[in-house]
Structure formats: structure tokens, C-alpha cells
């Protein structure tokens, strides 16, 4: 999820785009960059780091020039670097283009530019954009060229485009990722979210998947990728930038449980091959040799990372039928742990700079074990440390709370599993069944979303309780302990979780009518235990909250409140329980007036051990 920004009008492009940088860098910070046209003359600077390096590198020079386009990223191919920072430019330099979003068929489309002679200088997708409008400017005018262009790319974008041959216009297109047109006096802005406009007027078109706009100082023309004309509503606005990058929503945290149908479709994008039941996943073919000859799997991380682990060991072992541990990063590292060549060790990180995840990875590596990582920051040290690895692709997660990245990786662990199976046991059938119910896991999700509502009012009926004990077994097991660590994190109760097989070893002396049990319990091959769990539980006056299957209608016979999840493969179950789990810590939060975003105590990253 990157940041664009354009400007045409009549004051300096620079300042304006830099401003507009600034307020989109929550959206992507790892590098920066800017295209003026200046004159006759395209100006392109960009740099690693934050805006600021990129106004530093600026510094004084005089970029004069009233047309320009820039970009905030978030790397999803190619490191973050100068070099793979945007804008990316033609071989002439004439054609400067911003990019956000995903062209799954770079590579075909690189390698016909390379034969047409064409010198690329990154390794990112979307410096093909440039160079595809260049081939086409060759023959048809810039705005036809870019039409020509759009018409060969697959996957999503907001773009903006420049051209020092016909320096009088932008050219903007969306696809999948967001574009809006501010409409200024005699001048336009053109970003990702209305967080970069508003300060310039109130006055936006939002563009719609497939068009593509033309504009100069005097106006503006909408129409389709044929160029056919569109009729496009101004709207009024009325939100504050704050407001603006959170898109409506009162907490970034909200905005990324709701963002998780996009994310989760962004994680599987282009990474499976349905009719084969396989996987594609092309950050670790280079590997695949080593993963067919592994005797062991070892996961690594921390905090909801680590639960996202130990749902991904439950799939490998029941679909992969490979041996898997799950372990604390910062205990692995201090144990003498029985792993070497014939162990894939997997360290997974949203942050990818999670000190005790980078510590074990190093120790396993100094073992001989094969190290993947399953990250979400591209080019951070864990992704750059281990030898393969597959980006969640879930965008940036601003939220302490971690919600988005989670399910994203239990997305990934499933491509992994269907990746590992198919080299071993896994037959065609299973692979393509899993694959099937993967790409219907986004709607489901968001039928969960839409039952928000309810569960706020289940909130609002147990946010004066103190004590919650999360319950769960087998792919499950993990998603109470990951409720009871949002439910912690964000409210500061106590909230424990437990194998809701170990409640009558202990701990179910402490359960009365004032220590709610929230069990999940879908209808899966552990729902008869779960069952009596729950009926142990009630014969204790404890109050229970249940994430049941939709159609199970047994279970409100026994629990206080249910929360209903559609039904899904067992493996996947995890990823559509955790989502009223996600939704109930935050209402809590809310109820119970904390600071939801950045909870006390609590860091994004755990850089320090
Ligand atoms: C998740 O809600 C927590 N903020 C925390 O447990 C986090 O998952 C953990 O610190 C690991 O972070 P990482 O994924 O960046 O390595």
C-alpha cells in the first residue's frame, strides 16, 4: 500500500507534492521520490528513508515547474532502495510513472521490453509501466500509449504518469487501488486518499476500478480503458486529514480488521495454480529441493506471530504429514534445539525486525538448518537474513494491535502447507479443494465484518468483567490464546488462554459467573469435546461467549452469546474464528476507554531483546 500524489496548476509542483508525501506516509515509509517537469526537462530525486531524507536530498535546489508526480512506498518487489524507490522513468527520461499496487505479470512483460532493447534499472514491477508506455509512445500519442499500456497489465494499480513531450498533462488510472481528483482553482491534486487533498479543496472525484483520466490546468476527462467517456460525481468533503488516512474509521486498528478481505486476497494473489492444487510461491522455488529432502519443520516467532505458527504446524502435519515444532524465538535461541540441514526452520514477522525472531534465525542458520521467512516489510533484516521467504503482502499495519498481518499469515502457512504437501502425500484433489475454500475465505470474512454490530453489543454486555479465559483445541487452540493476547493488549485485563482440553487439569477452579469463557467451538472434529466444555463451563455459572459455526443451532441452547463464523475447511477455520475475536478486544477497548492504536507498555516492532 504506497502513497501517490500529482499536481498540475500554477503555483511550484515541489512543495505541494512534499506536503502531500508527508500526509500519505502512513501508508508506505520506506522510501520517497518526486518527477517535476521543469521546462522542457523531466527532474526525478527520490531516496531511501522517510519524506524528510527525500526533502533533505532536495535540500536547495530551485525545482521550478507547475507538473509533477511523487510516491511514499511500501515495497512489495524489490528491496527498499534508490534505486527501487519511485518514480520510474522511461530509457529516454521523458515518461516518469508512480505506481501502488501489484502487476502480477511483470515478469512476461519485462522480458518482451528487454527484447524491444529496453534497459531497466530496478528490480521492481512496476518500473515496467514506464517503459511499456514508452514502447507504445513510439507510434500513438502519450494518453493512447498509456490506454495501449493499461490493456497489457495484469493486477492492481493507482498510477500517475508524466510525459516531458506533452508536458501540459497527467494521466491517471485505477485499478484496484485507490485514486482521488481534488479539484482545485485552475489547479488539480491527484492521491491516493483524500489525507493529501484537503488541505487544497473540499472538492474530489473518487475514480472507479478501470478509468482512466487526462488532466490539465483548464480541466479534466474521464473514460475506460477502450476511451470510452465517463461521467464522474463531485464530492463534498467534510473529514479531516486524520480522519482521512484512518478512511472513515475511529482507530487504524479497525480500518485493518476491516482492510482484511483485501489483504488476505493481496497474500494468495498469483501464488496458486488451481487446476494443478499447487502452489506458487516464488520466493522460496529456489529452495524447493531442500524442502522436499526436510525431515523437520521448526517455527520461530513471537507474540501473534508465534500463534500464527502454531496453526501453520497444525496444517503441515495434518495436510504435509512433515514433523513440525513450534517454539518461542527467545526461548529457541537459548535452548539447545535438535535441528541441522535436514530442518527448514521458518521465523515469521510482520515486522521482520522482531530482535529474538532476526537471534533465532542466526542460530539456526550457524546449524546448517534452511531459514524462510514469512514477513510483511519487505527488505527488513529478517527477510534479507534468511535464505527464502514469502512477503504476506498485507500493506502497512499501523496498529500495535496485530490484525491483518495475522491472517495473513495463516493465509501464507496454507500456501506453504499446499506447497509442502503436493512435494510429498497431498493428492490433486486436496490441493485444489484447500485452494477453492482459500480464494472464498475474503467474502466470508467480510460476512463476519457485517455482524459488527452484534458483536458490540456483546461488548458492551461484558466489558465491566475483569477475568476472561479464552477456549480452544486443535487448529483453534491457537486463535484463544491470540484472542486472549488482544483482549490483553488493548484493554489491560487479565485475559488467559487455554487448550480447552486442560480446563478440568486446573484452571477451571477459577471460573464462576464472574469469569466469562470465550470459546471457540466451530463445527469441526473437535466440536463434541468443545461441546461438554462448554456445558462444563455453564455447570460452574460461568458465562460463555461462543464462535460457533452459522446453522449450529445446539450451541445457543447452552452459551450466553454466540458469535457465528461461516463454515470453511477445518484448517481454515482459524482464519474466520479470530475475526469477532479481533472486533470483540476492540469494542472492549473502546468501552473501556483505552488508547486502542498505541496501547501503554507496547511497541509496534520489539527491536530490543
Ligand atoms: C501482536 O498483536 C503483538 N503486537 C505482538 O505480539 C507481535 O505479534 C509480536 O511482537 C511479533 O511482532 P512481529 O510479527 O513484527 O515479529
Given amino acids: 500500500m504506497c502513497g501517490i500524489v500529482g499536481y498540475i496548476g500554477n503555483k511550484k509542483a515541489c512543495p505541494i507534492l512534499l506536503e502531500g508525501l508527508r500526509q500519505l506516509e502512513y501508508r508506505g515509509y520506506d522510501s520517497a521520490g518526486l518527477s517535476v517537469i521543469d521546462g522542457e526537462r523531466l527532474r526525478t530525486i527520490k531516496s531511501v528513508g522517510r519524506v524528510q531524507e527525500l526533502e533533505n536530498k532536495i535540500g536547495e535546489r530551485n525545482i521550478s515547474g507547475e507538473i509533477g508526480i511523487a510516491h511514499t512506498r511500501w515495497a512489495t518487489h524489490g528491496k527498499p532502495s534508490d534505486k527501487n524507490s519511485h518514480p520510474h522513468n522511461d530509457c529516454q527520461n521523458n515518461i516518469s510513472v508512480v505506481h501502488n499496487g501489484i502487476i502480477e505479470n511483470y515478469r512476461e512483460l519485462k522480458e518482451f521490453l528487454i527484447k524491444k532493447k529496453h534497459k531497466f534499472s530496478s528490480e521492481t514491477d512496476s518500473e515496467v509501466v514506464a517503459h511499456l508506455v514508452e514502447e507504445f509512445n513510439k507510434k500513438v500519442d502519450f494518453k493512447t500509449a498509456v490506454l495501449e499500456a493499461l490493456k497489457l497489465i495484469k493486477g492492481t494499480y493507482g498510477l500517475a504518469i508524466i510525459s516531458s513531450r506533452e508536458p501540459d498533462k497527467i494521466i491517471v488510472a ?301 487448529y483453534n487452540h491457537p486463535i484463544a490464546f491470540e484472542g486472549a493476547i488482544k483482549l490483553k493488549e488493548l484493554t489491560y485485563l487479565h485475559a488467559e488462554g487455554f487448550a480447552s482440553g486442560e480446563m478440568k487439569h486446573g484452571p477451571i477452579a477459577m471460573i464462576d459467573e464472574n469469569f466469562p469463557c470465550v470459546f471457540v467451538a466451530p463445527s469441526d472434529s473437535v466440536y463434541e469435546k468443545n461441546f461438554s466444555g462448554i456445558q462444563e463451563i455453564k455447570a460452574r455459572k460461568g458465562k460463555v461467549i461462543a464462535i460457533a459455526t452459522r446453522g449450529d443451532k445446539e450451541i445457543a441452547k447452552v452459551a450466553d452469546d454466540v458469535i457465528y463464523i461461516p463454515k470453511t475447511l477445518e484448517m481454515l477455520t482459524p482464519i474466520l474464528a479470530v475475526i469477532p475475536l479481533q472486533l470483540f478486544a476492540y469494542h472492549m477497548a473502546v468501552l473501556n476507554k483505552k488508547d486502542v492504536d498505541k496501547p501503554r507498555n507496547l511497541a509496534k516492532s520489539v527491536t530490543v531483546e
Fill in 174 to 474: 485505477r485499478n484496484g487501488s485507490p485514486l482521488v481528483l481534488g479539484i482545485g482553482k485552475g489547479e488539480y491534486i491527484i492521491a491516493s486518499d483524500t489525507s493529501a487533498i484537503v488541505r487544497h479543496t473540499d472538492k474530489v472525484i473518487y475514480f472507479d476500478d478501470g478509468e482512466v483520466a487526462e488532466i490539465k490546468k483548464d480541466g479534466f476527462t474521464v473514460t475506460n480503458i477502450k476511451n470510452k467517456s465517463v461521467k464522474k460525481d463531485v464530492t463534498i468533503l467534510d473529514w479531516t486529514v486524520e480522519r482521512t488516512q484512518k478512511e472513515g474509521f475511529d482507530h487504524f486498528m479497525l480500518k485493518e480488521i476491516f482492510e482484511q478481505p483485501e489483504a488476505i486476497l493481496d497474500s494468495i494473489r498469483g501464488r496458486y495454480i488451481s487446476a494443478k492444487g499447487a502452489a506458487k510461491l516464488g520466493g522460496i522455488e529456489n529452495v524447493i529441493a531442500r524442502i522436499r529432502e526436510a525431515e523437520k519443520i521448526m517455527i520461530v516467532a513471537c507474540g501473534t506471530a508465534r500463534l500464527a505458527g502454531m496453526v501453520g504446524a497444525c496444517m503441515l502435519e495434518e495436510y504435509a504429514g512433515i514433523a513440525t515444532e513450534v517454539d518461542y524465538a527467545h526461548e529457541f535461541r537459548y535452548r539447545k534445539s535438535v535441528i541441522d540441514e535436514k530442518t527448514v526452520l521458518i521465523a515469521i514477522s510482520q515486522s521482520g525486525e522482531t530482535a529474538d525472531t532476526l537471534a533465532a534465525v542466526r542460530e539456526a542458520k550457524e546449524k546448517g538448518a534452511l531459514t524462510l521467512g514469512i514477513v510483511n516489510v519487505v527488505g527488513s533484516t529478517i527477510a534479507r537474513e534468511t535464505d527464502a521467504g514469502v512477503y504476506t503482502h498485507s500493506g502497512p499495519e499501523i496498529a500495535v494491535a496485530s490484525t491483518k498481518a495475522f491472517t495473513s499469515q495463516l493465509a501464507v502457512m496454507a500456501l506453504i502447507t499446499v506447497l509442502f504437501g503436493r512435494q510429498r502425500q497431498m493428492s490433486l484433489v486436496t490441493g485444489q479443494r484447500i485452494i477453492k475454500e482459500l480464494e472464498r475465505i475474503p467474502s466470508k470474512i467480510k460476512q463476519i465484518l457485517a455482524e459488527d454490530k452484534e458483536i458490540l453489543k456483546i461488548a458492551k454486555k461484558y466489558h465491566k468483567y475483569k477475568n476472561f479465559a479464552y477456549l480452544g483445541r486443535k
